[in-house]
Every structure is written in structure tokens, then in C-alpha cells.
Nanobody, 122 residues
């Protein structure tokens, strides 16, 4: 069983930055695709970014968000710059072993964290 623990959420003004972290309890962390999703109130969960050996981003965050990983620390990061009020959501970390290199559908993921709230004020 893989456990994922997110941290780093909070309240920030529009134009500001936050960095989310997700620590994974798994032995072969480097073999997992690690994704970030988000869910705003009243909306469906949506893909944000994924990393395995390469990265892939949703169009809505491309150029503003950067996903990275530190395999020695079993941790994936999401650096969020130029934040907008529409980025407000609960952000979830997810992982999957195997499958496509950069999956972007939530049903492709095996494990999920509990989520961390990001609120961007205007």
C-alpha cells in the first residue's frame, strides 16, 4: 500500500507563488508516475501535471506551474507561480506504477493523497 502525504497549501494573493510537496511511502518511487490533480468547489476533479521520466501539463497551468521530483527523498513537487483566483482548489497528489509514461486521466491512478487546500485571493 502506497501512502501519499501532501503539504504546502495555503492562502496566497493573486500573482503569488506556492510550492506543494507530496511525500510517498514506496520503495521504487522512481518507477511511479506522480500526478497532481485539483478539484474546485462544485467542479469535477481535473488534471494539473504529471511526471515520470518526462512531464506533461494541463494547458491551464502550462508556463506557470512546474512539476519536479526528488527520487532520493521520494517526493514530488508542484511549484505554482503567477497564481490566479481560478487556481483555488483542493490539490491532490496521485501515483501509479506502470501504465503510460504520463497519464492524465484520474482513473489511471492507483493511489491518492488526502489533498491540500490552495486558496488564491483576488
Amino acid at each position: 500500500q502506497v501512502q501519499l502525504v501532501e503539504s504546502g497549501g495555503g492562502l496566497v494573493q493573486a500573482g503569488g507563488s506556492l510550492r506543494l510537496s507530496c511525500a510517498a511511502s514506496v520503495r521504487t518511487f522512481s518507477s511511479y508516475a506522480m500526478g497532481w490533480f485539483r478539484q474546485a468547489p462544485g467542479k469535477e476533479r481535473e488534471f494539473v501535471a504529471v511526471i515520470r521520466w518526462s512531464t506533461y501539463y494541463a494547458d491551464s497551468v502550462k508556463g506557470r506551474f512546474t512539476i519536479s521530483r526528488d527520487n532520493a527523498k521520494n517526493t514530488v513537487y508542484l511549484q505554482m507561480n503567477s497564481l490566479k483566483p481560478e487556481d483555488t482548489a483542493v490539490y491532490y497528489c496521485a501515483s501509479v506504477y506502470g501504465g503510460r509514461a504520463t497519464p492524465w486521466n484520474d482513473f489511471e491512478y492507483q493511489y491518492w493523497g488526502q489533498g491540500t487546500q490552495v486558496t488564491v485571493s483576488s
